[in-house]
């Protein structure tokens, strides 16, 4: 049997695809008897109006395991980009979470211990895009979910990292502020 894993966090960025592709989750992961579990039944039992918390599915009615609630982290307003992020990212989601299981990120022996909470941005501007490219988004937001349970279940970056390379990093946003552009 596989170690206790308490509770993990991770977080990706995959963007380079059309506008409004960007993706970035944020993952909590730990066993269902605990803080992760406990906080997984209470998001689903307490919804919210615009953040409906949805399990990752593969289609209607196949849910994946380890079980993977998915949050909004935008209002969801309209019922386009509800059928976008509750279609084509939520398959996505789900399809990220066996990537990390076949890739050994999870393991597979645990699938049904564990359970995952999702933070799952969506670029609003896809709800007014005709052009809109599933496909892309659905492969950007497969890779993004897979890359951030591999991020939260190996502790990356690790703090020597972190410490080694804080003054060489500046956040994106910061800096467009420092040069004018926000």
């Given amino acids: 049997m596989s170690e206790r894993i308490i509770m993990r966090t991770g977080e990706s960025l995959v963007a380079g695809g059309p506008p409004g592709t960007a993706a970035e989750p944020e993952v909590v992961i730990g066993e269902l008897d605990g803080p992760v579990g406990t906080a997984l039944a209470t998001l689903t039992g ?3 109006k615009g ?3 949805v399990f990752a599915i593969l289609n209607t009615d196949i849910q994946v395991r380890p079980v993977t609630l ?13 059928n976008i992020l509750m279609g084509t ?26 359970g995952i909470i999702c933070s799952v941005w969506l670029n609003p501007s896809v709800a007014t895009d005709d052009n809109l490219n599933h496909q892309i988004l659905f492969d950007i937001h497969r890779k993004a979910m897979a890359q ?9 970056p690790d703090i020597d990292w972190l410490l ?16 004018g552009k926000i």
Avoid: C
């Avoid at 398959?91 to 211990?113: F, H, M, Q, S, T």
């Fill in 70 to 82: 998915m949050v909004s982290k935008v209002t969801v307003n309209n019922s386009r980009y509800t």
């Fill in 164 to 179: 080694e390379n804080q003054e060489k990093i500046t956040h994106k946003y910061f800096q467009m502020g420092l040069d």
């Fill in 51 to 53: 953040h409906s918390r």
């Fill in 148 to 156: 951030a349970i591999h991020k939260a279940m190996t502790n990356t």
């Fill in 46 to 48: 307490d919804q919210v």
């Fill in 89 to 114: 990212v939520q398959a996505a989601i789900a399809n990220g979470v066996l990537d990390a299981v076949r890739a050994g990120d999870i393991p597979k022996e645990k699938a049904n211990d564990l």
